[in-house]
């Protein structure tokens, strides 16, 4: 296990009246977490794993995230309210659900790094009854329990967690927001087990606008290109984590721009990448 540090927390980003609304939005979501677990319980109803998004890959279409929001809706599970981070939710929770655990059964401990309150990975995989649930972040303080879920302080780089404790992890929208690559991939490989999956997803583009000058939340924006993502790949692969699936340079194209992000201006797309710690 890693030294004990004094946690040191991030400002939430972008400001106290943001924070305020998205702490409105955690409520109400899992206020019908809680309240749909336990109706499904009574009816005895059980929903398939997500398979329409693969494991590994690039967002193509606006179509290709509609096709997700519908997947979500249908799987009665509770959207984001950015449609387009429903595709790379449904992905990453398919990949957790069907390769995370032991045997078949379902993943025992899955960790969700840079977390948020109010997104879904979480509230998908206790709909899903996954037993242990933890989402660590910068900016969060005194834990708190949210429908049986843990959110607590913790750097994706040093969780302090045991060697081989976790069956999956998952990082969505975090890794272009300062974080050191090499060291948040050496961390993930320790904390998993053998066998067990790190999915992670960030912003991309295969042909990356210019972001110089533009800053959110207090670092650079940074759009991930091609050559970025085949080396992060290569740098997993060195820590001990295989790719699941390909990126081929077919793979990596995309048609379009599916997201747009308001407060920059700027259009991109998502990349979703799985791995297995070997």
Request: glycine fraction near 10%; proline fraction near 9%; hydrophobic fraction near 40%.
């Amino acid at each position: 296990m890693t030294t004990p540090h004094t946690p040191q927390h991030a400002a939430p980003p972008g400001g106290r009246a943001l924070a305020v609304a998205k702490r409105g939005a955690e409520h109400v979501l899992w206020a019908r977490v809680a309240g749909q677990r336990r109706l499904e319980a009574l009816r005895g109803t059980a929903r398939p794993v997500p398979d329409s998004v693969p494991p590994t890959a690039v967002l193509q279409t606006r179509a290709e995230a509609e096709a997700a929001v519908a997947a979500a809706k249908a799987l009665r599970l509770p959207l984001h309210h950015d449609r387009v981070k429903n595709w790379d939710a449904l992905g990453a929770v398919g990949a957790v659900l069907a390769l995370g655990g032991r045997d078949g059964a379902l993943p025992q401990r899955v960790i969700d790094a840079g977390s948020a309150r109010y997104s879904p990975i979480l509230p998908w995989l206790r709909l899903y009854g996954v037993p242990f649930l933890l989402g660590t972040n910068l900016e969060f303080g005194v834990p708190v329990r949210r429908d049986g879920v843990t959110f607590r302080y913790g750097d994706v780089t040093d969780t302090g967690l045991p060697d081989g404790s976790v069956d999956a992890i998952t990082c969505m929208s975090v890794i272009e927001h300062g974080v050191p690559i090499v060291p948040f991939l050496a961390e993930s490989a320790r904390i998993l087990r053998p066998g067990g999956v790190l999915a992670i997803s960030t912003d991309y583009d295969y042909d990356p606008p210019d972001t110089t000058g533009t800053s959110m939340y207090g670092v650079p924006v940074h759009i991930f290109g091609p050559g970025e993502i085949r080396e992060l790949v290569a740098q997993a692969g060195a820590a001990g984590l295989e790719l699941v699936g390909e990126l081929t340079e077919k793979a990596l194209q995309h048609p379009e721009r599916p997201c747009h992000w308001k407060r920059t201006g700027l259009d991109y797309t998502f990349v979703l990448l799985t791995f297995r710690r070997r």
